[in-house]
C-alpha cells in the first residue's frame, strides 16, 4: 500500500520520545517523589514534564512530515496508475539492504526505482547535488534513490536471474523542482507532474521474457 511505510515510520518516530517521558514522569511520581526531598523530586518531575511537552511537540511535527511524505506517495502511485497496461506497477517494496522502495515501474521501457519526496520549498540541482531552499539535505535522495536501484538489481539478478540496468527517478510529488526535469545519467530528477513523460520517453532496454520473470519474482515477493 503506497505510504504505509512512511505513516508506521511517522509512529514510531513519535512514539519514543513520548513513551520515554512518560515512563520518567511516572518514575518521579510512583517511586521517587515518596523518597526525596520535595526539591530534588520537584526539579526531577519538572525536568520530566519538560521533556514531556518537548516529546509531543516534536513528536506531532515529526508525524506530520511522514504524514505529508505518506500523501506524496499515494498521489504518485495513482498517477502510475496512468500508465499503459503493459507496464507494471509495485509501492512500498523492500528489496536487499538499501531499505524501501517507494514505487517500481516494470515494463518495455525498462525498469525504474522512483524515490517519492514532498518537500515544500524551493528544489534545484546543482551538479550532483539536489538543494532544498539553497542548502543540502541532510540525506542525499539521490544517493538514495541509486542505493535502492543497486539493491534491487542485485535482488533480480539472484531471484530471477536477470540483471537488467535499473533507472532511478527522484520524484517532487510537490511540483517543486526548477526546472521540472533534470537527467544525472542514469538517474532523473522531476516533478509528479512530468513523471510519465520522463518513463515514457526511455527507449526499450528489457525483454518480454525479462519483463515477465521480473513481475513473476515480485508478485510473488509482495503476495
Not at 526539591?39 to 515529526?62: I, N, P, Q
Not at 524515490?115 to 540541482?125: A, D, I, L, P
Not at 510529488?173 to 545519467?185: E, F, K, M, W, Y
Amino acid at each position: 500500500m503506497p505510504g504505509e511505510h512512511a505513516r508506521a515510520r511517522g509512529f514510531m518516530r513519535a512514539a519514543w520520545p513520548l513513551l520515554s517521558a512518560i515512563f520518567l514522569c511516572g518514575i518521579f511520581l510512583g517511586a521517587v517523589l515518596p523518597r526525596l526531598g520535595l526539591g530534588v523530586a520537584g526539579a526531577g518531575l519538572l525536568t520530566a514534564s519538560l521533556f514531556l511537552v518537548w516529546a509531543v511537540r516534536d513528536g506531532l511535527k515529526g508525524l506530520e512530515g511522514y504524514f505529508k511524505g505518506a500523501r506524496g506517495e499515494e498521489a504518485v502511485a495513482l498517477l502510475l496508475s496512468n500508465l499503459p497496461a503493459g507496464d507494471h506497477v509495485f509501492n512500498d517494496l523492500t528489496c536487499g539492504r538499501a531499505g524501501g522502495i517507494d514505487h517500481l515501474v516494470v515494463g518495455p521501457n525498462g525498469l525504474f526505482v522512483v524515490e517519492t519526496k514532498c518537500w515544500s520549498g524551493n528544489v534545484t540541482v546543482e551538479g550532483e547535488k539536489i538543494l532544498f531552499n539553497g542548502k543540502v539535505p541532510d540525506r542525499s535522495p539521490l544517493e538514495q534513490v541509486r542505493a535502492s536501484a543497486d539493491a534491487l538489481s542485485l535482488f533480480l539478478s539472484e531471484k530471477a536471474g536477470v540483471s537488467p540496468t535499473v533507472g532511478a527517478i527522484v520524484c517532487f510529488a510537490s511540483n517543486t523542482l526548477v526546472p521540472d526535469v533534470v537527467r544525472q545519467g542514469a538517474t532523473w530528477v522531476c516533478n509528479a507532474s512530468a513523471l510519465l513523460s520522463v518513463i515514457s520517453g526511455c527507449a526499450g532496454r528489457v525483454s518480454a521474457d525479462d519483463v515477465e520473470r521480473v513481475v513473476k519474482v515480485l508478485e510473488q515477493k509482495a503476495s
